[in-house]
C-alpha cells in the first residue's frame, strides 16, 4: 500500500513539476507583435515597431459595436491614467466602419490617442485574423504580445498587468 502512495505522490509531483515547467516556457516564448504601418485620422503615418519601449493596447473597434461603444470611455480612461509612465493606446477602426463615423466618433468623444482607419483590413490581418471586435491586444516593452482580450476585457485586472508590464525593465 505504502509503495501505491509513493507512487502516486511522485506522480502528482511529476505532473506539477511538467505544468510549471511549461507554464514557464510559455512565458518565455511570447508571439511578437506584427510590425504594421498605420494611417491615424490627422493623416501622419506610423508604424508598430515605432512602439517599442512602451507598453501598448491596440484596440480593434468598430461605431457599429456597441461593445466597443460601451467600453471606449474606460479604453480613454486607462490610457490617461498610465500614459505619463509610458503607456500608448491604439485604436483600430475595422475595414468595414465608415471613415465619416469614425471621425466623427473621434472627434466627439475627444479620443486622446491615436486612431487609424484599417481599410484593407491589413492591421488586423496581421494581428491574428481579428473579425470580433471588441479585440484588444496588449504588448510589452519588447514588442511582446502580452494578452489578448476578445469582448470588454475586466478593466481591474488590464490596469492590473499594464502596471506589472510598465514595472517590467
Known amino acids: 500500500m505504502k509503495s501505491v502512495r509513493h507512487v502516486a505522490a511522485a506522480a502528482v509531483a511529476l505532473a506539477i513539476g511538467v505544468g510549471a515547467f511549461l507554464a514557464y516556457q510559455s512565458v518565455g516564448t ?14 501622419s503615418t506610423a508604424r508598430t515597431a515605432a512602439l517599442r519601449g512602451k507598453v501598448v493596447l491596440v484596440n480593434f473597434w468598430a461605431t457599429s459595436c456597441t461593445t466597443c461603444v460601451h467600453e471606449m470611455p474606460q479604453i480613454v480612461a486607462t490610457h490617461e491614467k498610465f500614459k505619463s509612465r509610458g503607456f500608448e493606446t491604439l485604436a483600430v477602426a475595422m475595414s468595414y466602419d465608415p471613415p465619416a463615423y469614425v471621425v466623427n ?22 494581428f491574428g485574423e481579428v473579425r470580433l471586435t471588441p479585440t484588444s491586444v496588449l504588448i ?15 478593466f481591474a485586472a ?6 506589472q508590464l510598465l514595472a517590467e525593465a
Open 30 to 43: 511570447r508571439e511578437s507583435a506584427p510590425d504594421v504601418a498605420y494611417t491615424l485620422l490627422d493623416g
Open 105 to 126: 466618433f473621434a472627434e466627439t468623444r475627444k479620443l486622446p490617442f491615436g486612431v487609424a482607419i484599417d481599410n484593407t483590413g491589413a492591421i488586423a490581418k496581421s
Open 140 to 154: 510589452n516593452k519588447r514588442g511582446e504580445i502580452v494578452k489578448r482580450y476578445v469582448g470588454e476585457p475586466d
Open 158 to 163: 488590464l490596469h492590473a498587468l499594464v502596471e
